[in-house]
């Protein structure tokens, strides 16, 4: 048994493994095609007599950490064929992806899990995040100046990237985008297995100007807001566009003042029947003047840990140099950003 990085030409049987997963090829597929930080030697693999047996792949992100775009190694697509198992490979081949991650300078690591006591054994750590469950989304207040424009890359990415550059460059946590990322991104963000990948991209323009953005899909059946950004004192654009998900998710025909082609609405409501009740789950314990302008309006966030979410440290004295702390004391204090409500980590970043 060998425990190495893939070579270009083993890209397609890493797929072909991977397939075997959720029985869809392309939703693996769709990253390593489109993300601009993918690279072979992140893909790391078991192999056995020349058949590819095991996987995992580390995600090159940048994330925000008081201020500073710090590495981090995502993992994901840790995957054993069914006649593998129980033989330590996935041990090994986490072992692997830590040292690859120290050899590339990571100095953070980011995994979500539902097998939490195997990756303790490894250094990952539980943090407790809340998701943002919204019951009455349908019934909040439409800003009668706003209109919901549907986003079109050439005409508006530069400003929603100057948005959630503003916006979500505020919060710990965020992944810092670049054009290259951003191009990636909406190239899978809306990837989900089983369901294909797309969005719903919404703008929220105000006298011809955009005020706000938010992106949803349905994700495991539920109307998700992946990620949203707005200017300071418009949390009214961003409860429009939270009504207009509501309402798509629920089947009601809108009242609210659209422009463009929506018919990416109808991706929201899934097999639910027209005018059924329909949550939205999103973010929002960090912005306490978003949660305050919700609660006014009679649609108060309730919150719902997250507990799939882990976190390690890989670089310590790397940590340390950058926020003049000794090695544990920055490890501990990376661990006290991880776990502030204020932090933030975006569905649309997931790998």
């Known amino acids: 048994m060998e425990f190495r990085a893939a070579r270009p030409s083993e890209r397609d049987a890493v797929l072909d493994l991977l397939a075997l997963w959720y029985d869809e090829r392309e939703f693996f597929a769709r990253y390593n095609r489109n993300d601009p930080a993918f690279r072979d030697e992140l893909c790391l693999i078991a192999e056995d007599a020349g058949r590819i047996v095991g996987t995992v792949q580390i995600f090159p992100r940048r994330i925000n950490l008081q201020g500073q775009a710090v590495p981090m190694g995502g993992i994901g697509s840790v995957f054993v064929r069914e006649d593998y198992r129980h033989r330590g490979l996935a041990s090994e081949l986490m072992r692997l992806a830590v040292r690859t991650m120290e050899r590339e300078g990571f100095e953070v690591s980011l995994l979500f899990a539902e097998r939490l006591t195997f990756y303790n054994q490894f250094g990952w750590r539980e943090v407790t995040r809340n998701f943002s469950v919204l019951s009455s989304a349908a019934s909040l207040p439409a800003s009668p100046t706003v209109e919901l424009e549907v986003f079109e890359p050439a005409r508006d990415l530069a400003t929603v990237a100057r948005l959630h550059r503003d916006y979500s460059g505020r919060f710990n946590v965020t992944v810092v985008r670049n054009e290259a990322d951003w191009q990636g991104n909406l190239a899978f963000a809306g990837n989900v ?35 949203y950004g707005y200017e300071p004192g418009s949390e009214s654009a961003v409860l429009t566009l939270l ?91 990376a661990f006290s950003i991880f776990e502030s409500s204020r932090s933030l980590f975006w569905t649309a970043d997931r790998f």
């Open 193 to 227: 297995p089983g369901a294909g990948c797309d969005e719903y991209f919404v703008l929220a323009l105000e006298y011809g100007a955009t005020r706000a953005y938010a992106r949803a899909l349905r994700f495991h059946g539920v109307p998700m807001v992946m990620e």
């Open 243 to 333: 009504r207009n998900f509501a309402e798509a998710a629920s089947g009601i025909e809108t009242s609210l003042r659209l422009r463009g082609d929506h018919r990416k609405r109808a991706l929201l409501q899934g097999e639910s029947r027209a005018g059924a009740a329909s949550v939205v789950v999103t973010h929002t314990e960090h912005d306490q003047s978003l949660e305050q302008a919700l609660t006014a309006a009679g649609c108060a966030p309730m919150h719902y840990p997250d507990n799939n979410y882990m976190w390690r440290v890989i670089l310590p004295e790397r940590l340390g140099e950058r926020f003049a702390m000794a090695p544990a004391a920055a490890s501990e204090y």
